[in-house]
């Protein structure tokens, strides 16, 4: 499964790249507002620094099919062909996925509530289809088993989409749909942290530190003793 950071705060990306194995990043409009910035200013510097191989995903605000076609277009031009772009899963955006797929663009389908949607825009042509967990969870349905359940459509009906999970409250989600072997995930920094965050971790670790300090002293290390 890939792991893709859900951001667009430079710095904040750069250290979870210092930290953490990250495969990529994906914005949404609201995720790019919070930085204040103009978005192709924002967008310019993740591309800069996560590299022109890494995926990002950059979404069109368009209504209408012919909009998010020419959005489609400025966005590759501005941040390289490895951007992908993502598009609502709407009438009018199946009609735009189409129309992308056909020019081999990278196609990242968002905004999917159902699992309809997601065979839709997989049929249609998208690379990826982004099932929002949380958000469903909030609806009363179960997100979880509708990424799985979409997973599941691809794979039976010889779809190469992946799904690429996004919306996620918890670090258990994320590890649910690891072990259900889905392509991606999308996570933002306080869930990535969460993944590690283990207080029983950190009480070996202090154990193993002091009985080594009551062996060698304190402050050494093997580097040191
Ligand atoms: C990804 O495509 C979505 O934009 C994002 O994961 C939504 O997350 P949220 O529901 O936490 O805003």
């Known amino acids: 499964m890939k ?65 998010m076609l020419q959005e489609a277009h400025r966005i590759q031009k501005e941040l390289g062909a490895n951007t992908y772009v993502k598009v609502p899963v709407t009438k009018e955006g199946l009609k735009a996925i189409k129309a992308l797929a056909a020019d081999g663009a990278n196609i990242t389908a968002t905004a999917i509530y159902t699992q309809m949607q997601a065979y839709l825009a997989a049929k249609a042509g998208a690379h990826y289809a982004a099932p929002y967990v949380n958000r469903i969870d909030n609806l009363g349905a179960d997100g979880i088993k509708v990424a799985k359940d979409i997973h599941d459509i691809f794979k039976k009906n010889d779809l190469k989409t992946e799904v690429l999970a996004a919306s996620f409250k918890n670090s258990q989600q994320v590890l649910e749909l690891a072990k259900y072997g889905i392509g991606a995930s999308t996570i933002s ?17 202090d154990a193993f530190v002091k009985d080594f300090e009551n062996l060698c002293g304190e402050g050494k290390t093997m580097l040191d003793c």
């Open 3 to 67: 792991l893709i950071v859900d951001f667009a705060n430079l710095d904040q990306i750069k250290e979870l790249y210092a930290y953490y194995p990250i495969d990529g990043v994906t914005t949404n409009p609201s995720i790019i507002a919070k930085e204040g910035k103009n978005p192709y200013e924002v967008l310019k510097k993740i591309r800069a620094f996560i590299g022109d191989a890494a995926e990002l995903h950059v979404q069109v605000i368009s209504r209408e099919a012919e909009g």
């Open 189 to 205: 920094p306080e869930v990535i942290e969460g993944l590690i965050k283990l207080d029983a971790v950190n009480c070996a670790i």
